[in-house]
């Protein structure tokens, strides 16, 4: 069946532009994470959402940053005023659980976001 | 705190063995993983280990887990060239209840034929 899907693949915005990245998890995955690579910080978590549970946003670097998930499925992760900083491949994951037991994450292709 | 700490560089000769060593500080973590990422591509999971496992064989690859020094170990038998890729350790944090992943900075593995 087909993978975790990401959009756009790459994104150029200028500083202190908002943009929007998209993720459609797997389907029947119930599990969403949004992790962030960076040549300095490496693989971050940014947030989880599992079902309708409040999602676990304690890595989200500022208050910049903001994401939701509808109807279970698509998720929006919404950068405001991009600063140069947030330059990075932002990666989106799904499993079929989350929880302490952890099952499987599935990662997306990743969206490049070059803030000039 | 949380941190998983990883080697940067590897280089091997195709057909030898290569070894990647992880270690990492959260006693409570419930499984640990290896993924790989190639140039230009997304992770892929490797493999996994849940920590009451010493070892753990797929085909190729050997974990090795020693959680009384929190060290884990990937071995690649056979390597080839399609091997070279960067290789991240994770572990799910089992204190938290989302089994969110915190990764080591990757290791390089360059494979010479």
């Known amino acids: 069946g087909a993978g975790v899907s990401q959009s756009p693949s790459n994104k150029v915005t200028e500083k202190g532009k908002d943009v929007e990245l998209r993720c459609d998890p797997i389907s029947g995955h119930t599990a969403l994470y949004w992790y962030r690579q960076s040549l300095g910080q490496g693989l971050e978590f940014l947030i989880y959402?599992?079902?309708?549970?409040?999602?676990?946003k304690s890595g989200l670097p500022s208050d910049r940053f903001s994401a939701e998930r509808t109807g279970g499925s698509v998720s929006t992760l919404t950068i405001q005023r991009t600063q140069q900083e947030d330059s990075a491949v932002y990666l989106c994951a799904s499993s079929l659980h989350g929880g302490p037991v952890s099952y499987e994450q599935y990662f997306g292709p990743g969206t490049r976001l070059t803030v000039t | 705190g949380e941190d998983v700490e990883q080697s940067l560089f590897l280089s091997v000769r195709e057909g030898d063995s290569s070894v990647i060593n992880c270690t990492y500080t959260d006693s409570s973590s419930t499984y640990l993983y290896w993924y790989k990422q190639e140039p230009g591509a997304g992770l892929q999971l490797l493999t996994y280990i849940f920590s009451n496992m010493d070892m753990k064989q797929d085909q190729r690859l050997t974990v090795l887990l020693n959680k009384k020094d929190k060290h884990l170990s990937l071995r690649i038998a056979d390597t080839q060239t399609g091997d070279s890729a960067i290789y991240f350790c994770?572990?799910?944090?089992?204190?938290?209840?989302?089994?969110?992943?915190?990764f080591g900075q990757g290791t390089t593995l360059q494979v010479k034929p």
């Open positions: 994770a572990e799910s944090m089992g204190s938290s209840n989302t089994g969110k992943l915190i």
């Open positions: 959402f599992q079902g309708n549970s409040a999602p676990d």
